[in-house]
């Protein structure tokens, strides 16, 4: 153990491996020295990084984003994960920048160093992709809303990160700063968030030292992440779940594709209700449905600052979408805006330095089409709710 590295760090032994482990702070400039430190004053064998491939691609090659076909992410359905993705991302440069260092620094400065000396850089994080759908998957289906929107509103209404969060951070990691107000009370999110991957970590730390390729490794994790991967590692593993587990997305929940096609069914039985009573009733509940619901989504593609014709075609499209569960009104005004305002190369470049002020998620046509999307989207569901106990009171 180096005594001059004043970070928290391990040594353990697996099977005659040293497997050294250093605990970090994501923005913290100290974390970037110790790693520094250790692998120019140590000869190791191979360097671990609490990184999966897709944040370790994105932290090499920033310009990645600008990759991305915005089309093809709106007809997959990927457009809220890919909006979450960018808060996360905004929310950690936030942080990094009020205490002025590159956000992962350390873990840059780990594999910079370990490509230097031809050492093999060993990716020991689970996919955050992956993380993100388990916490999903994991939270009651009437709590999701809450998350995503309290993810969005810690970048959009936040314009200064307060001492409280980049403590968080440098205790952890970007995942747990962002979900801790909602993990501290929720074990349905602290379960995937931290101790599933204190499992999945420390399994691969333990299947590479197992793996007879190397006598000596250096482990660079969140802070947060070293004592639960330890007493894992300890334990010989006891209590954790296999790797294929811990990366199984569980099964989608019935009732959230249930409920949708139930309220269609409420909404054109009480349509029918209606003219069976009188005609004017009827044409009087469709109105109803189609001002409510199509106004609500068109006020959300407004406060996106959406091109008008997408603001008319949320106003006509929601209806109908709201009455088709396979097709959101989200979708279709995403797609709209992104064909009216197509994305300049250089929004794609600058999106990620962008995102990270409330502003510019209005003036990149790239964020504002995401914002397009989830801002009609969450109109359109509250007018369906609105509309459809609208037309029951109505009836009785």
Known sequence: MNNDIDQPIETLIINNCEVTLLGTAHVS????????ALISTNDYDAVAIELCPSRYNA?????SLAKMDLFNVIKSGKASMVTASLALGAFQQKMADELGIEPGAEMKVAAELAKQSHKPVLLIDREVGITLKRV??????WKRMELFSGLLASVLFSEKVSEEDIEKLKEGDVLDATFSQFAESSSEIYGPLVNERDQYMARRISDDAQSGKYKSILVVIGAG???GIKAYIDSQLQGTKSIAELEAIPAASRWPKIIPWVIVGLVLTGFS??????????WQLVVEWVVINGALSAIGALLANAHPLTIITAFLAAPLTSLNPTVGAGM????TEAWLRKPRVGDFSTLKSDTVNIGGWWKNRVSRTLLVFLFSTIGSAAGTYIAGFRIFEQLS
């Open 29 to 36: 400039k100290a974390s970037a020295d110790a790693v520094e």
């Open 59 to 63: 932290l090499i090659d920033p310009d």
């Open 136 to 141: 999903y998957r994991n939270v009651p289906w």
């Open 225 to 227: 992440h070293l004592k």
């Open 273 to 282: 209700i209606g003219f069976n009573r009188a005609p004017e009733l009827g």
């Open 332 to 335: 279709v005004t995403a797609a």
